[in-house]
């Protein structure tokens, strides 16, 4: 949703709610599309003393792949995003920060949720933090079977065993 900001900008204590979705199903990630469900972005946007902001969260589901077993895991994500916003001058340059530079009073809000999601999905991801993995052996699901692959034996160990022996 691209938002005009003049009214807020020339009225303070203007605040302006939004709660819609965006459709960001043709998105790619690591090879595969993640979020095939509508994104929810709610917020507002309002003029304190003069100063915009915008305070908002996306709440999105993301399909990854497990680095360890390969499985597909779905994630629900709770992203905010909070940000001062100013108007663009021809002789600003400096961008970035808390701070979104808004061009001719026009806020695309669909543009920062988009690179703030992209931002913050995962590369790595795992299923759970105690996945076990696939055996390099015979490729087993280890989560869900045990195999008898001979784990191969450190070296430094193989010793100690024999005195055990
Ligand atoms: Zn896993
Ligand atoms: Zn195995």
């Known amino acids: 949703m691209v938002f005009d900001l003049k009214p807020i900008f020339n009225n303070e204590g203007l605040s302006v ?75 600003s340059e400096d961008e970035g920060g808390d701070y979104i530079t808004v061009e001719d009073m026009l806020l695309d809000f669909d543009e920062i949720a988009t690179e703030e999601i992209v931002l913050n999905l995962p590369n790595k ?13 015979c490729g087993i699901d280890l989560n869900l079977n045990q195999c008898n692959c001979k784990e191969p034996i450190d070296p430094r160990l193989e010793g100690l065993l024999q005195f055990l022996d």
Do not use: Q, W
């Open 17 to 91: 709610s939004f709660d819609y979705t965006i459709d960001l199903s043709a998105l790619s990630h690591g090879g595969v599309n993640p979020i095939n469900e509508p994104v929810r972005v709610f917020g507002s946007i309002k003029n304190t003393t003069g100063i915009v902001s915008v305070d908002a969260e996306t709440d999105f589901t993301y399909k990854a792949i497990c680095d360890r077993c390969a499985n597909e895991v779905t994630k629900k994500f709770k992203l905010p995003i909070t940000r001062g916003l100013i108007c663009s001058r021809a002789d």
């Open 125 to 137: 991801f795992l299923c759970k933090e105690s996945c076990m993995g696939l055996c390099p052996i």
